[in-house]
């Protein structure tokens, strides 16, 4: 049934927009969920990074009237919610992207293991946020080990791997295949400024990017004649 939503040109233009609105909107809502994750007990100690008290402090004294309006743990667990549209937005978009690639091979089932460790951060960021609401109950930290931090791992190893392998088989538009190779030094460098979440930002525009081609009807992931040709190297 999922694969079938994603069959028609139609729906995929859809999913190509999606993506690409989603990484925006996950760039901007994305640091005021850190800005708010500032504010409770345990994020204060991201403070302790010097790049992220440099703009953070100032940040949270500008837009203090969209951090105050509860207690710091119910605005931190409410923008929070941001992430499941995010997150559901770049994995649609591998979807379709796996789809036209028509991949073989190795990058079959890299294909696959990539694709798992995005749908589970999906499920992650449900379970996460989704299920507490004005406090955290004790499901959360259940939700941490169990979903949070094994699809933390797949994402960043994986979409490195993926990436690779896109550039060494020339993978056109060659921006998304270096985001994603690049995945996890962008990612620490990014977690030297704000929040986990946001670690994800290199696959979220990886995506957007290769989304927004699909929203505008241009060729992206299609396998070259060799590839055709030759499964075993796909």
């Known amino acids: 049934m999922f694969d079938n939503l994603l069959r028609t040109e139609e729906s995929q233009r859809k999913v190509g927009r999606f993506a690409w609105a989603m990484a925006w909107f996950g760039l901007v809502m994305g640091q005021l969920h850190a800005l708010s994750r500032h504010n ?18 100032p940040a949270r004294k500008a837009l203090k009237p969209l951090l105050d309006w509860a207690d710091p743990d119910t605005v931190y667990l ?25 991949p073989a091979g190795f990058q079959k089932w890299l294909w696959r293991v990539v694709l798992f460790g995005y749908a589970l951060g999906v499920v992650s960021v449900a379970a996460d ?23 933390f791992v797949v994402i960043m190893f994986g979409s490195t791997a993926l990436g690779i392998t896109l550039l060494v088989k020339r993978f ?3 921006t998304p ?31 957007a990017i290769l989304g ?23």
């Open 129 to 151: 946020y989704w299920t507490q609401w004005t406090d955290y109950n004790p499901f959360f930290e259940v939700a941490f080990v169990a979903l949070t931090i094994p699809a």
């Open 40 to 57: 409770t007990a345990d994020g204060k100690e991201d403070l302790q990074l010097p790049l992220t008290a440099w703009w953070s402090d």
């Open 172 to 174: 056109r538009p060659v």
């Open 177 to 207: 295949a270096l985001l994603l190779t690049l995945q996890i030094p962008l990612a620490l460098g990014i977690l030297q400024f704000t929040s986990m979440g946001s670690a994800a930002l290199p696959v979220m525009f990886a995506f």
């Open 212 to 234: 927004r081609r699909i929203a505008l009807g241009e060729p992206v992931g299609v396998r070259t004649r060799r590839e055709l040709a030759d499964p075993v190297v796909a």
């Open 78 to 102: 409410t923008y929070g919610k941001i992430w499941l549209p995010v997150f559901l937005a770049f994995t649609l978009c591998a979807f379709v992207v796996y789809r036209r690639r028509r």
